[in-house]
C-alpha cells in the first residue's frame, strides 16, 4: 500500500505532460534500486509535521490564526480579547427567532462564511479541533457548551432543509 503511494506519487511529480511521452515514460522499467533515492524524497512528505500539530493539539495548543475575539499572551496561549463579548453577542442573536445568517453577517459585517465559521468554531467553547479529533483546549472559552450546542441544532436544521 506505501509502495503504491510512493510510486504514484513519483508518476505524478515526474511524469511528462505530453500524451506520446507519457507513453513511453510508463512503458520504462527502472530497476528498484534506482527508486530508492526517489522514496525517501516521496514518502510522508509533510508527515511529521502532521504528527507534531496532532501533539499538540492533544495538549489543548491552539496553532492556527488566532480566532476572531481571542489574542495570543506572550506564552502563545489564546486569551479573551477586548472583541470577545461581540462573539458571546454573536452566538445568543443568532438564537433570537427570525434571525438568519444574512442578517446576523449584515449586522456584524461578516461574510456569511465567516460567520458560519465562528459558529463552528470549538475554540469558542475552550476546545481544540484537528484533524478530526476534539481535544480539550488550554485556553478560557468565550461561550457556553450549551449555548454552542444549541447553536449547532439551528445550524444542522438549516442545512438539512437546504437539503
Known sequence: MIQKKIKKSLVYTFAP??????????????????????RKYASFRGE?????????????????????GYSRDSNGKLIPAQNSKEIEEIFEEFLQPGMNLNKLSQKHKLSVNGLKKILRNFAYVGKIKFDGQIHSGNHQPIVSSTLFNHVQDKLDKLNRKKK
Not at 505532460?17 to 526517489?38: A, M, V
Not at 509535521?49 to 490564526?65: E, F, L, N, P, T
Open 48 to 68: 511529521s509535521q502532521k504528527q507534531g500539530m496532532i501533539k499538540k493539539s492533544a495538549q489543548g495548543k491552539h496553532m492556527s490564526r488566532v480566532p476572531f
Open 17 to 38: 505532460n505530453n500524451p506520446e511521452e507519457l507513453d513511453k515514460f510508463i512503458e520504462e522499467k527502472i530497476p528498484e534500486n534506482c527508486l530508492n533515492s526517489f
